[in-house]
């Protein structure tokens, strides 16, 4: 995991949006798999981070909702 992370560190910001993207639809699927286990480990934890990084939470929900119409 250790050297995964380091790799990622290590790419530029277009392609660490890249990886991204790639990545995003297994992730999906996993939490597909098991949306109680997803909400309970992954949303406090994604919660925490972007309030952690000083990211508005308010902010954050009407721009996605706005995006998504």
Known sequence: MENLLKQFK???KEDKLAFMKEAMPHMAEIFANDPPKMMAE???F???MMKSKGIDMDRMRSMMKAMMG
Do not use: H, R, T, Y
């Open 42 to 44: 992954m949303m406090p």
């Open 10 to 12: 290590a790419l530029s």
């Open 46 to 48: 994604c919660m925490n």
